[in-house]
């Protein structure tokens, strides 16, 4: 695996030095009025930007919930321009973030943690509250916006309890979303995923990739309904599908086959 250099660029301006104080301080993305989105640069002579089309199309959903344009050849253009030259085989992380304030790109290396998650993740369940969420615009709730606070700090709780990942319920105590991955699992030889419709569930591309090549049903679960599956999965444009190993410490069984499918399956466009 070939190494990348860390590497920002600003919308309009291009490529500048990776600390380049690009971001003023009262950027109102750094309240978390702004939104993002994070894509995998895959492997690959040249690498490829894996499902651009869909993240930018999510991007755009973003940028107009926030009332703010967005002009998608100049982010084409820019993300041309940050993953220009990379050596074969590169993995690498290209996060795009929007505010009134701020448009810029980053590329990264891929976290080591990232590469060993899709490996199988250990997950403890997490209560979110809301059972559902009233049909708002204004809550933003179809936007991937980059007030993170609750994702990160469920993050950290769930590394408080010897976890990799969380899971959050809704207050019926029936699954939602990962903090950042969405959830797939088999059961009786059909996939399912829990419903996004007024829940406040992130529209993953990931998901919507294995969406289209399998069929998914969107089926409310508990907990114990997922221990009694086939397979549970954490779907994300990084990790692609982890397997689920644990849930509150209980085993789930991890398929090998599957978890190659739904992995070849991640990476497509
Ligand atoms: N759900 C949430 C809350 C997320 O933040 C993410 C990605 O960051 C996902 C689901 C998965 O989305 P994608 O497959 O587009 O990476």
Known sequence: ???????????????????????????????????????LVHGGTPPRVVRLREHLDRFERSAAAFGLPLDRSAWEHLVAGITDDLPAGT?????????????????????????RGRDGVHVVTLARGTTTVPAAP???????????????AALREARHRGADDALFLDAAGEVLEAPTA??????????????QRDRDVLPGTTLAAVTAGFGVHETPCRPDELLRSDGAWLLSSLRGAAPVRTLDGNPLPVDRAFTATLRRTALQD
Do not use: I
């Open 138 to 152: 204004w809550l933003l709730t179809a936007a991937k916006t980059s007030s993170y606070a609750v994702n990160s």
């Open 1 to 39: 695996m070939q190494g990348v250099r860390n590497r920002t660029a600003v919308l309009g301006t291009g490529e500048v030095p990776w600390d380049s104080p690009v971001v003023p301080a009262d950027d109102p993305g750094l309240r978390g009025d702004g939104f993002f989105e994070t894509l």
């Open 182 to 195: 969405n959830l797939l699992w088999r059961s009786e030889g059909r996939w399912h995923t829990p419903p």
């Open 91 to 115: 993995e690498a992380v290209l996060r795009l973030t929007a505010s009134a304030g701020t448009c810029t790109a980053t590329l990264r290396p891929l976290p080591d943690g990232v590469r």
